[in-house]
């Protein structure tokens, strides 16, 4: 749950604050990036404080908006759900990001592990249906322990595997991968489950499928989201 009193202890406005978290999430812009940006605007931040105000506040940002989406979704037909898997360099480790999609390309869950196998598979799954309930459909890569899990969640029927079918999940990894590079790669586990769970629903709210919009549908669309979000966490 966010808080609404999240901004009683700081000197700064909480509309400079909702911006500086939206530019350091949404855009590949390192820290002092986003410092620049704003000086030029006569903001005066430096890249510590973005930092400190993107860990404090993003994950109540993104609390609040899955929060209201998930509601949304569930009044509607699951229809589909594509889920994949990519290798995601910590520290100099192999690690495993699990994304699902719906047939919309929305992100419904996003899950960092240290082991690709049966276990991490059906973890990620139950967390993904629990979340956002049964799908009619699951669409995999032929990966031998998406179909094991499904097996023993006694779902096996409602996988579907095939060449392109998975194309939705496999083309929602680049927003991501455009921001890693951005931030010159993750040092922990830890942050790297943190911020993809807060990059998925800020990229959620703002992603508007420009490319299969009119302009003034889409100029429509996206003021709407901008002012949803400078009214995140206001009480």
Same mark, same amino acid.
């Given at each position: 749950? @966010?808080?609404?009193?999240?901004?009683?202890?700081?000197? +700064?406005?909480?509309?400079?604050?909702? /911006?500086? !978290?939206?530019?350091?999430?949404?855009?590949?812009?390192?820290?002092?990036?986003?410092?620049?940006?704003?000086?030029?605007? $006569?903001?005066? !931040?430096?890249?510590? @404080?973005?930092?400190?105000?993107?860990?404090?506040?993003?994950?109540?940002?993104?609390?609040?908006?899955?929060?209201?989406?998930?509601?949304?979704?569930?009044?509607?037909?699951?229809?589909?759900?594509?889920?994949?898997?990519?290798?995601?360099?910590?520290? $100099?480790?192999?690690?495993?990001?699990?994304? %699902?999609?719906?047939?919309?390309?929305? !992100?419904?869950?996003?899950?960092? +592990?240290?082991?690709?196998?049966? %276990?991490?598979?059906?973890?990620?799954?139950?967390?993904?249906?629990?979340?956002?309930?049964?799908?009619?459909?699951?669409? @995999?890569?032929?990966?031998?322990?998406?179909?094991?899990?499904?097996?023993?969640?006694?779902? #096996?029927? &409602?996988?579907? +595997?095939?060449?392109?079918?998975?194309?939705?999940?496999?083309?929602? =990894?680049?927003?991501?991968?455009?921001?890693?590079?951005?931030?010159?790669?993750? &040092?922990?586990?830890?942050? /790297?489950?943190?911020?993809?769970?807060? =990059?998925?629903?800020?990229?959620?709210?703002?992603?508007?499928?420009?490319?299969?919009?009119?302009?003034?549908?889409?100029? #429509? +669309?996206?003021?709407?989201?901008?002012?949803?979000?400078?009214?995140?966490?206001?009480?």
């Amino acid at each position: 749950m @966010t808080r609404p009193a999240s901004f009683k202890y700081f000197k +700064t406005s909480p509309e400079i604050i909702r /911006l500086v !978290v939206m530019l350091y999430i949404r855009f590949p812009l390192s820290l002092r990036n986003v410092g620049d940006l704003l000086y030029e605007r $006569g903001i005066d !931040v430096s890249h510590e @404080t973005v930092r400190y105000w993107w860990n404090r506040f993003g994950p109540l940002f993104a609390s609040e908006i899955r929060r209201k989406r998930v509601q949304q979704l569930r009044a509607f037909s699951k229809w589909k759900r594509h889920v994949d898997e990519v290798f995601v360099k910590v520290n $100099g480790k192999r690690y495993y990001l699990w994304r %699902a999609v719906d047939h919309e390309g929305e !992100v419904l869950e996003a899950v960092v +592990t240290k082991l690709r196998n049966k %276990a991490a598979a059906l973890k990620f799954l139950k967390k993904l249906m629990k979340r956002h309930g049964c799908a009619k459909e699951v669409f @995999t890569d032929r990966f031998a322990s998406y179909k094991a899990a499904l097996r023993e969640m006694d779902a #096996l029927e &409602k996988q579907r +595997t095939g060449r392109w079918l998975n194309n939705r999940v496999e083309n929602s =990894h680049l927003p991501f991968r455009r921001r890693e590079r951005g931030m010159q790669r993750f &040092k922990r586990m830890r942050s /790297l489950q943190k911020f993809v769970a807060v =990059h998925s629903s800020v990229y959620n709210h703002f992603n508007q499928e420009r490319s299969a919009s009119q302009p003034r549908p889409f100029k #429509l +669309t996206r003021a709407a989201a901008l002012s949803e979000w400078r009214q995140l966490c206001s009480g």
